[in-house]
């Protein structure tokens, strides 16, 4: 059977002939990163809702939400962040710092332990599809357990590092008691990030309305005059770090972009060459001035 661009994954919805696999039924969604090989990897297939589980008791970096968040976007799916153990932690100033830059996300916190927040998030995701992704460690299994009942997917965090074995070496359905179902992933360092520019785009909303107001419609937010977006910077309107991820997503994007399509490579190569030439000429004109 031909399941086209990507391999069957959790999620799919099949057709079988008796007990022949005939047919894989089109996807609504499908969540897919970097591989190691540099080629595209499916992750799961037909999700309304990522779940994006990052741990409190280290520390919460914005750049890696937002890259999995983008990539929630990208599949067609609706990011969700999920901050555990809060039972360990007061979560007010990560929350706080979420709010400022991974702007338009919903942000929820949960104790496995003491049971906090279960109930809000198995409402939010009754009758919906979701995954969960995150790094080992982040509280993924004890999660799966707290809004399933169960105890079989527990692991242990290392106190040093609070870093985790991994609990879940496969990806898993389960199903949720106020109905749908979740889908657990292995733990990953981190999301290779694979879409392209438009996308990010759509991630940074808040940038894209600031960037009607400038100058130049092709304005590329860097040293062009009448650039609204690095007005809002340096107001402080826009905070600094957000631009700084919007841009490194940016350049993640469009290196990938370079990456597949060998045109884009060359026409890369030769502004490299280019730009190479004129700096070694303007040096060598500096030191001969000199």
């Given at each position: 059977?031909?399941?086209?661009?990507?391999?069957?994954?959790?999620?799919?919805?099949?057709?079988?002939?008796?007990?022949?696999?005939?047919?894989?039924?089109?996807?609504?969604?499908?969540?897919?990163?970097?591989?190691?090989?540099?080629?595209?990897?499916?992750?799961?297939?037909?999700?309304?809702?990522?779940?994006?589980?990052?741990?409190?008791?280290?520390?919460?970096?914005?750049?890696?939400?937002?890259?999995?968040?983008?990539?929630?976007?990208?599949?067609?799916?609706?990011?969700?962040?999920?901050l555990t153990k809060a039972d360990l932690v007061d979560p007010a100033e990560a929350i706080a710092d979420l709010a400022d830059q991974v702007v338009g996300v919903d942000v929820m916190t949960v104790s496995s332990v003491t049971g906090d927040g279960i109930d809000e998030l198995l409402h939010r995701l009754a009758g919906c599809t979701a995954v969960m992704i995150g790094e080992s460690g982040a509280g993924k299994s004890s999660l799966v357990n707290a809004l399933t009942e169960g105890d079989e997917l527990v692991g242990e965090v290392r106190q040093g590092d609070a870093k985790g074995r991994h609990t879940t070496t496969w990806r898993q359905l389960v199903d949720l008691p106020d109905g749908g179902a979740l889908i657990d992933t292995p733990g990953v360092r981190s999301l290779g990030l694979w879409t392209d520019p438009e996308t990010i785009e759509a991630s940074f909303t808040d940038i894209a309305e600031l960037a009607e107001q400038c100058r130049f419609r092709d304005c590329s937010h860097d040293a062009e005059p009448g650039c609204a977006v690095r007005a809002a910077v340096e107001d402080g309107t826009l905070p600094e770090a957000r631009f700084e991820q919007y841009h490194s997503l940016h350049r993640e994007a469009a290196a990938l972009e370079r990456r597949s399509d060998p045109a884009a490579q060359k026409r890369f190569g030769r502004q490299f060459a280019k730009l190479a030439k004129e700096a070694n000429e303007a040096r060598r004109s500096k030191g001969d001035s000199g």
């Open positions: 059977m031909d399941t086209g661009a990507h391999d069957l994954t959790v999620g799919d919805h099949i057709r079988f002939d008796g007990e022949a696999l005939v047919e894989l039924l089109p996807r609504t969604s499908l969540l897919t990163r970097l591989g190691h090989d540099g080629n595209e990897q499916a992750i799961a297939a037909n999700v309304d809702v990522v779940v994006v589980v990052v741990g409190l008791d280290r520390p919460v970096k914005p750049g890696r939400l937002l890259r999995a968040t983008a990539q929630a976007w990208d599949a067609g799916s609706t990011p969700l962040i999920v």
